[in-house]
């Protein structure tokens, strides 16, 4: 196959391939111009002048190809191309008798298929579609699988031709079509777009005219007058910009909770104030604070007056693609809660009381209040016993009351210190339950997240607005991964793909790899900790970008520029704004939130420290105006992982369970977190303060976690900007990715050997030229090849001497 290897004269190569593509166009025109006059094998005619572009040789080539093959003629031609093609860049073709056998193949299941077209003739009822070759396959087809059978294994035999004899993929495929596809689309809005301005102004006309008919006729005069007024140029007034309509709420639930916000900061008025006194209790006496006996504390409970409908903002900007909020019946239903055995609450504030007095601390149980998880005893010292003492029986407590871990606080506002022992059933904590919270439904914030109950039973919620970025450790096993999935469930069940998008880094690849396909993903699911730094620098790049339109625009926050944004675009368009050098209003979108999600830190500040610290420390300080937001969880909480310039830009931090009160330490500055129970059970450290709130994290299973994903998908496909994947470029305009370290083997080093071996030389502006890479880089992958016996040492100004054979590729392939 001597025709279809190259030679190491590139002058002679191009040659060829030139001789090539002059014969491609040669059959091209003879089959334009085919005519069926002309004298070919089939017609004779007296002596004249062919009709044929190409004389009596095309006529006759044409002829004879389209009699055999029919309308698969048309391949030949543009093999002829391809071919050609290679031979100018010399580039060899593998296996060149599969690609000539699969050539054949194309052309007899091209001809076939043309066969089955409806029984027409081309020419003056001269040629079938299929010719010759095309009617002896399909009659020898059709008795045997009859005419679908026939079109499917022909087809099939079609498209594995194709890759054989070329680089063909449906992907590619699909690739080439999607620009013609959102062209489409595009313009489908652009008409919607047009024929809803028409509407609405039709709507205007018809309601002005209406108005004028019902006024007295002076009055009609004047405002048909008024009509003619002229206008400014600027109306003031805002516009009216219709609310997305709520999603349907299911609302049964075994009882309406009284819910707060977060921060609490002052706990709830307790009943009987009384009970403080410093006189001597009785247990049998000690009030029992149940949920539905309590009043939301003064000062705690945030109002919303602005927003009584889920989702309703007066100022939201209209967006073209309407999304629906998935419904609460994709979860479970409420589970009801346990009741408690008010007797057995009894003795335990006795035992509490008895092993305090072993100890010489004096004191009462003067009220107990059953949660969810754990119940909390206030316990009322006696004047002269110190904070410390109580505290220094933590462990000798726990003995006593057989409990596994035991939390003791002061209660800031009461003389009292609060005892929180676990209970002996733990109450599930739905996120269906929190969901359907009037407390997140009242948000107005497209970043409510759930968070779960307190100790008391109060459903807790926050606005990653306010936090701006948080910071979550724990150990294996502590909740860790069900915070994150009831964060992220709480963002889709509160917005729309338009107003927050999702970057999540998941390097053990298996806890966030469910939510692959959500539109609100602004890039898949990143596992790879190279993709991962990538993606944080350029989201710190987008940061920048940002700053500077909100500069450009005077907006202090997004909430103000995405505001701005609707008044200009429903504003007539200023005569002077090119001349001003601002953007067009037309041109402007409302920006959407961004939230990045890395599940953990740990492996990333192993492998990209430097750069991973750098990039958060730098979206943690500056990305709050611009809507960009950080969640950082980790399950080992030790200082070379959360450093101390980590932990000083994210002051709202969340600890689950870890192993020693240093890990607490580590996240919190205090200790308390080694004591906590493990399965959502937390201790939370709002912005702004250092009274630390335990918090039960609500449950989510995998199955709803799918229905609401699948929900989501039904809508609408995702649309990854790929680009942040990519290393942004340096000043010098290469790529950040391409330094390679010493150690490490170059992912391009057996594409690089692939190129040396097909061009039989290797220098640096071929593999510059053929990878796309910078000049340091291409000269370092020349080096490994020399240290490999790949290539010879360098010759002054020519290209190195290749000293393997191209047959050597397949040899060691296995072993790269």
Not at 303 to 325: S, Y
Not at 578 to 605: H, N, T, V
Request: net charge negative.
């Amino acid at each position: 196959m001597k025709l279809f290897t190259p030679t190491q004269s590139e002058r002679l190569n191009e040659a060829v391939g030139v001789v090539f593509l002059a014969t491609g166009i040669l059959a091209l025109l003879s089959f334009a111009s085919f005519h069926p006059a002309d004298a070919s094998l089939n017609t004779v005619t007296g002596p004249g002048k062919s009709l044929n572009l190409i004389g009596p040789v095309g006529a006759y080539f044409a002829d004879f190809l389209l009699q055999s093959f029919g309308f698969a003629a048309l391949v030949l031609p543009f093999l002829l191309f391809g071919l050609g093609w290679k031979w100018i860049r010399s580039e060899a073709i593998d296996a060149p008798g599969i690609k000539l056998a699969g050539s054949a193949l194309l052309l007899g299941s091209a001809a076939g298929l043309a066969t089955l077209l409806p029984d027409w003739r081309l020419f003056a009822n001269t040629i079938t579609t299929g010719g010759a070759v095309g009617y002896l396959i399909a009659e020898a087809l059709l008795p045997v699988l009859n005419p679908a059978g026939t079109v499917v294994v022909l087809a099939t035999i079609l498209i594995l031709s194709l890759y054989i004899v070329s680089t063909f993929t449906l992907a590619a495929l699909s690739r080439w079509f999607l620009p013609i596809f959102t062209l489409f689309r595009r313009l489908r809005a652009t008409w919607r777009e047009y024929l809803d301005r028409r509407r609405e102004a039709a709507i205007a006309r018809h309601a002005a005219r209406h108005q004028l008919k019902a006024l007295p006729a002076p009055a009609a005069a004047a405002g048909v007058a008024e009509a003619f007024e002229p206008k400014t140029a600027y109306d003031d007034s805002p516009p009216i910009v219709p609310a997305p309509i709520p999603p349907a709420r299911n609302r049964k639930r075994d009882a309406a909770p009284v819910v707060e916000t977060l921060p609490w900061e002052d706990p709830p008025e307790m009943l009987g104030e009384e009970v403080l006194a410093t006189a001597e209790v009785d247990p049998s006496d000690i009030p029992i604070r149940r949920l539905e006996d309590l009043e939301p504390a003064a000062g705690n409970v945030v109002e919303f007056p602005f927003a009584k409908v889920v989702g309703k903002r007066d100022n939201a900007p209209k967006l073209p693609t309407i999304f629906r909020l998935p419904s609460t019946d994709l979860l479970n239903e409420i589970p009801a809660r346990s009741a408690f055995d008010e007797q057995e609450l009894k003795d335990t504030a006795a035992a509490i009381k008895a092993k305090f007095e072993e100890f010489n601390v004096l004191g009462s149980v003067v009220q107990i209040n059953p949660g969810p998880v754990v119940t909390t005893f206030e316990f009322k010292p006696e004047a002269g016993i110190k904070y410390s003492r109580i505290i220094a029986l933590h462990e000798d407590l726990c003995l006593g009351l057989q409990a596994e871990s035991i939390l003791i606080e002061r209660i800031p506002g009461r003389p009292t210190i609060g005892i929180e022992v676990p209970n002996r059933k733990r109450d599930v904590i739905s996120l269906r339950a929190v969901l359907e919270s009037e407390e997140f439904e009242a948000s107005p914030s497209h970043l409510t997240i759930s968070m779960g109950k307190d100790i008391n039973g109060r459903i807790k919620v926050a606005t990653l607005e306010t936090m701006p970025h948080a910071l979550i450790a724990g150990s294996t096993g502590s909740g860790k991964s069900v915070m994150i999935n009831s964060l992220i469930m709480s963002v889709l069940y509160k917005s729309t793909p338009d107003e927050v998008r999702m970057i999540m880094v998941d390097p053990k690849r298996v806890e966030l790899g469910m939510y692959e396909g959500i539109p609100h993903l602004l890039t898949p699911v990143i596992t790879d900790p190279r993709k991962a730094t990538n993606a944080l620098k350029n989201a710190v790049l987008e940061m920048e970008r940002r700053l500077r339109l909100l500069a450009e625009h005077g907006a202090r926050n997004i909430d103000q520029f995405n505001k701005k944004v609707a008044l200009l675009r429903n504003q007539p368009r200023s005569l002077f704004e090119e001349e001003e050098g601002r953007q067009p209003a037309d041109e402007l979108k409302p920006l959407p939130y961004i939230l990045i999600l890395i599940d953990e830190l740990a492996d990333l500040m192993i492998l990209e420290g430097r750069n991973v610290e750098e990039s958060v420390t730098r979206l943690a300080q500056m990305a709050r105006a611009v809507g960009m937001h950080l969640v950082l969880a980790t399950q080992r909480p030790s200082v070379d992982v959360i450093t101390g310039i980590i932990k000083a830009n994210f002051p709202a931090r969340i600890a689950f369970r870890v192993a020693t009160r240093v890990d607490s330490r580590t996240v919190l500055d205090v200790m308390g977190a080694e004591h906590l129970l493990g399965k959502g059970d937390m201790l939370y450290l709002p912005p702004g303060s250092s009274r630390l709130t335990r918090v039960h994290g609500a449950f989510v299973t995998e199955t709803e976690i799918t229905g609401v994903v699948d929900f989501w998908k039904k809508q609408a496909k995702a649309e990854y900007d790929q680009s942040y994947l990519i290393a942004p470029p340096t000043e010098d305009g290469e790529q950040e990715g391409e330094v390679v370290d010493a150690g490490e083997q170059d992912p391009m080093y057996e594409d690089a050997i692939r190129v040396v071996l097909e061009m039989g030389k290797a220098s640096t502006s071929t593999l510059q030229r053929r990878l796309r890479l910078g000049y340091g880089r291409a000269a370092r992958i020349l080096d490994m090849m020399y240290k490999d016996g790949i290539i010879g040492p360098p010759d002054g100004s020519k290209p190195r001497e290749v000293l393997k054979t191209p047959d050597w590729i397949r040899e060691v392939e296995p072993v790269l």
